[in-house]
């Protein structure tokens, strides 16, 4: 087999500043490098120029169509296809594209989650190219990376937020460089790198399962027995059809330049993480979107199914996605590094103030942009950080911001008062600590990861929330530093009371312990263990005024946030509830009564065991037929509630309780029948048959 060219093969799908750079005049370049770095406006005539380059690369590549590729509020990607083609008079074509084409689009917009706020009839919508995202070429078709927003302007989609979060946390942090003297950086990105988990299955054995094809994961399953106990999954020896898979994939990532960095096996069986490298965050959550497309696509062509369910099998770890966050300037500098210089120090220590302060005060905000039903049953697990959010802040910082908080001398350096000026504290190791995998949000080196991200989850709602919130925190810090005669003093002022009235979401310790829920009840953290118990805090009027403030989220669009979770985590359960019940009345129960009746025309005088099995099998196909119609009562009860909350209360309180006991139920009786009553592929099969 020819040996792959990394370097050449890396971005040959992307219509890059490579690809822009070969392609439009000097002139040209120089005008959309303007756009894209400093956000000027978009000319007609340079957009022209863009379109035609752009279709003729896209042509050399195998295209014969293009698509505003879009991220409307159904957390998945959606694509309306156009040729290039244009009809002449004497009855040929030719393929052309023009720079209004490129750069606006008008798909129906009445079909796609608007949380009520949008009758039918209201269609129209519009796609704005995104310059700073790449185009890529992907099944003949050029897909260019677009803002999803209604005719009034109302952002349909969560790229147009991202977008302005981004606005808001460069024009803050901004105004606190200049006040350390910083008057070169023109501006600061976050940047995000992506962990995405996921578990590959057989696809024979997966369209076996009714559960897994209509809803992604398991809704019975005994346990096998063998699991994750002994530790010999995370990082094994790879299995060469995962191996094959794995090539495939990172050389298809590679093509759409995605810096696809690490591969392998995690902690559970047949579980497994990808990684990349870092890049600015809307570019980030783009590549990752895409990523997860493709994780499917190429499965399939393995004979795989990839799953991105948050939980897919019961009794093992779930999955999640880590969101490395950072913010850096357009002059390379990671505001986030501890730095070598106490002067970078003082500076470094403003930020993770204002970080510290902006978890504290938006608990809820951070619990909210991770909320999903698939995600609820995570968080809390033995795989996951709780549902309680707080900072890890590694030992050496700790011990920095201990000191502030006591105002004692810092045991790291010298044995002076702990002041914030620019000249008095010693460098911070960047390593200088072991990482915390039981907490949310963790300091690690010089990031931010939140872990508490749902493997299926698009990333664009976390970041949002992430650079809204620290926005918010900055301005107030700018605020309060700009014009100060002593800025020395009022910069050592402002951290040491804003680190006491935060303290309490630092905790360095381990967060499964049952300790640590009284401990932060006591601390007076929340603890949002479900969807609807988040939700019911995102209208608060302190989160009204901080979306609406920052310019990154209207009111009316957090209206309709709040009504398509609510509604979008009912529909998920009463999907599971389902196709639950037809398992049950199709699969479960007559898989029972086939062995019960095998059992009752074997001869047992000689041995009670038989009687005893059957006695058994008796009681649990009872007590399923019971917990069945239980569970449809309930879900009745939430498909009448008078409102989603209502409803989303209902499911979470009521019915997941009753999904699980006629869960238990079933899965007794799977542990029961033999191997050739069972009516679906066991845990076993699927975890380690491939």
Not at 57 to 69: M, R, V
Not at 360 to 372: G, K, M, Y
Not at 395 to 402: A, N, P, Q, S, T
């Given at each position: ?28 370049f120089k005008a959309l490098k303007k756009t894209v770095d400093a956000g000027e406006p978009l000319n007609i005539d340079l957009a022209n120029q863009v379109a035609h ?29 156009d040729s290039f083609i244009t009809p002449q008079d004497d009855g040929s074509v030719i393929m052309s594209f023009s720079g209004k084409e490129l750069v606006k689009g ?186 997860m497309e493709v994780m499917k696509k190429v499965a399939r062509r393995h004979g795989l199914v990839c799953l991105l369910h948050e939980k897919p099998f019961e009794g ?375």
């Amino acid at each position: 087999m020819a040996q792959t060219n990394v370097p050449e093969l890396f971005g040959s799908m992307v219509f890059n500043q490579k690809a822009m750079m070969e392609r439009l005049p000097k002139e040209a370049f120089k005008a959309l490098k303007k756009t894209v770095d400093a956000g000027e406006p978009l000319n007609i005539d340079l957009a022209n120029q863009v379109a035609h380059a752009m279709k003729e690369w896209a042509i050399e590549k195998g295209a014969t169509h293009f698509a505003h590729w879009f991220q409307p509020l159904t957390g998945i990607t959606a694509e309306k296809h156009d040729s290039f083609i244009t009809p002449q008079d004497d009855g040929s074509v030719i393929m052309s594209f023009s720079g209004k084409e490129l750069v606006k689009g008008e798909p129906d917009a009445s079909s796609f989650p608007s949380g009520g706020h949008r009758a039918v009839f209201e269609a129209r919508g519009y796609t704005v190219w995104d310059p700073s995202s790449y185009p890529f070429v992907k099944e003949h078709t050029l897909c260019i990376p677009t803002a999803f927003c209604s005719y009034t302007g109302e952002a349909l989609d969560k790229k147009a937020p991202l977008l302005r979060s981004m606005e808001a946390l460069n024009e803050q942090t901004l105004r606190i460089l200049r006040l350390f003297g910083n008057k070169t950086a023109t501006h600061v990105s976050t940047t995000v790198g992506a962990e995405q988990e996921y578990f590959i299955v057989s696809e024979e054995l997966y369209n076996k399962r009714k559960d897994l094809r209509m809803t992604g994961r398991t809704l019975f399953g005994a346990r096998p027995s063998k699991g994750q106990e002994m530790d010999d999954q995370y990082f094994a020896a790879l299995n060469p059809k995962i191996a094959k898979y794995m090539e495939e994939l990172n050389e298809t990532l590679w093509k759409y330049g995605i810096l696809s960095k690490t591969e392998h096996n995690e902690a559970a069986p047949a579980q497994h993480e990808m990684a990349p490298i870092f890049t600015t965050t809307n570019l980030a959550v783009d590549q990752n979107q895409l990523t997860m497309e493709v994780m499917k696509k190429v499965a399939r062509r393995h004979g795989l199914v990839c799953l991105l369910h948050e939980k897919p099998f019961e009794g093992v770890n779930g999955s999640g996605k880590h969101n490395n966050w950072s913010m850096s300037t357009n002059e390379g500098e990671n505001l986030l590094e501890p730095g070598k210089t106490p002067g970078s120090n003082a500076q470094f220590l403003l930020f993770l103030t204002a970080i510290l302060k902006a978890v504290d005060e938006n608990q809820d905000l951070l619990r909210i942009s991770v909320a999903s039903a698939g995600n609820d049953h995570r968080l809390g697990a033995n795989e996951a950080p709780p549902a309680i959010i707080s900072v890890y802040l590694g030992d050496e910082l700790h011990k920095v911001f201990e000191s502030i908080y006591e105002g004692k001398s810092y045991s790291g350096g010298e044995a002076e008062k702990m002041k914030i000026g620019v000249d008095v504290l010693p460098p911070i190791p960047k390593d200088s600590t072991d990482r915390n995998r039981t907490s949310p949000f963790a300091f690690t080196g010089n990031k931010f990861e939140f872990r508490s991200c749902g493997s299926s989850l698009s990333l664009a709602g976390p970041n949002t929330t992430l650079n809204a919130i620290v926005a918010s925190a900055l301005k107030e810090f700018a605020d309060e530093l700009e014009g100060k005669k002593d800025f020395d003093a009022a910069l050592n002022a402002l951290i040491g009371r804003e680190v006491k009235a935060h303290w309490r979401i630092v905790f360095n310790g381990n967060g499964y312990d049952d300790s640590w829920r009284a401990e932060a009840a006591k601390r007076g953290l929340m603890e949002l263990k479900t969807l609807p118990d988040a939700m019911a805090h995102y209208m608060d009027k302190k989160n009204v005024d901080l979306f609406t403030q920052m310019e990154v989220y209207t009111k009316q669009e957090m209206e309709s946030h709040y009504d398509i979770k609510l509604e979008k985590y009912a529909k998920v359960l009463n999907i599971e509830v389902n196709t639950m019940l037809e398992m049950v009345n199709k699969d479960i129960l007559p898989a029972a009564f086939k062995y019960h009746s095998l059992l009752h025309g074997i001869n047992f005088a000689t041995s009670s065991a038989g009687g005893k099995v059957q006695g058994a099998l008796s009681k649990l196909e009872d007590e399923v037929y019971e917990r069945k119609n239980q569970l449809e009562s309930l879900n009745s009860k939430a498909n009448e509630a008078k409102d989603r909350m209502e409803a989303a209360r209902v499911y979470a309180d009521q019915v997941i309780p009753a999904m699980q006991n006629l869960r238990d139920s079933c899965d007794k009786i799977e542990e029961l029948v033999s191997e050739d009553c069972k009516p679906f592929p066991s845990y076993e099969d699927l975890l380690f048959r491939l």
